[in-house]
């Protein structure tokens, strides 16, 4: 039921004031969702704040932004992670390795493998097989979770058509221009997608590679939302204001 609530609240929060300034609505075979198209350099991925603490809400994350210099103009949940909103994975912020890469076998989404990691660094935005990861040099930001929706325009071959575990759901992906698309499922449409429709749908934004993030706890938060009270998450991904 958590989950549940969280979903309206963030869902309500769209509605404010700016939200149509990032986020488009989309709707395919009956499964809507809420996208955002933004070039990397618009993004940062954070987890701690400049003390070294966790900050686990999307208000702390606001203020942080805004006492680094950055206008958030939407904040929506990172990757999967582990009790305490420790990164189930790599996660690199500011160019810092805050949590290392997790190449373990396990149960859950995260360890379907291929799972893979979203990063960004001074050729732009990637997803890549976490197989393929090797040194942090260079990369700006990164998170590590799973598993692969797309990988070199393919969708995951462990994703079946018509598989009936439909659920809410939020990734990101790279388009072939190096524009970054964030999506989140609508938690008020009556109908939530599967993962394979899930990666599909970034196939028709015409994304290369994407990458699942979170499930039923997902959301985003625009305007005056940004600076409520919300529950606990791990990671976080954000889209600031053009300098």
């Not at 809400?57 to 009790?83: C, H, K, Q, S």
């Amino acid at each position: 039921m958590k989950g549940l609530v969280s979903i309206c609240l963030a869902l309500t929060f769209l509605t404010s004031a700016g939200a149509d300034e990032v986020i488009e609505r989309r709707e395919v075979d009956g499964v809507v969702y809420h996208v955002a198209m933004v070039p990397a350099e618009r993004l940062r991925l954070l987890w701690k704040d400049g003390e070294g603490r966790a900050m686990r809400t999307f208000p702390a994350v606001a203020a942080e932004l805004r006492r680094r210099g950055d206008e958030p103009l939407m904040l929506m949940n990172g990757g999967i992670y582990e009790p305490g909103g420790i990164p189930s994975g790599l996660f690199i912020q500011d160019g810092k390795v805050l949590n290392p890469v997790n190449r373990r076998d396990g149960k859950g989404n995260f360890f379907l493998k291929p799972n893979g990691i979203f990063l960004i660094d001074a050729k732009g935005a990637r997803v890549i097989d976490t197989a393929g990861w090797g040194a942090a040099d260079g990369v700006k930001w990164a998170v590590q979770s799973g598993p692969l929706l797309l990988r070199k325009g393919k969708v995951h071959p462990a994703f079946r058509e018509h598989s009936e575990n439909r659920l809410h759901r939020n990734g990101v992906g790279v388009r072939k221009d190096g524009m970054v698309v964030l999506a989140m499922s609508d938690g008020r449409s009556a109908k939530w997608p599967n993962l394979h429709g899930f990666a599909t749908f970034f196939q028709k934004l015409g994304c290369e590679d994407a990458l699942f993030l979170d499930g039923d706890i997902s959301a985003i938060r625009v305007g005056k939302g940004m600076d409520e009270p919300s529950q606990d998450y791990g990671t976080f991904v954000a889209v600031v204001a053009a300098e």
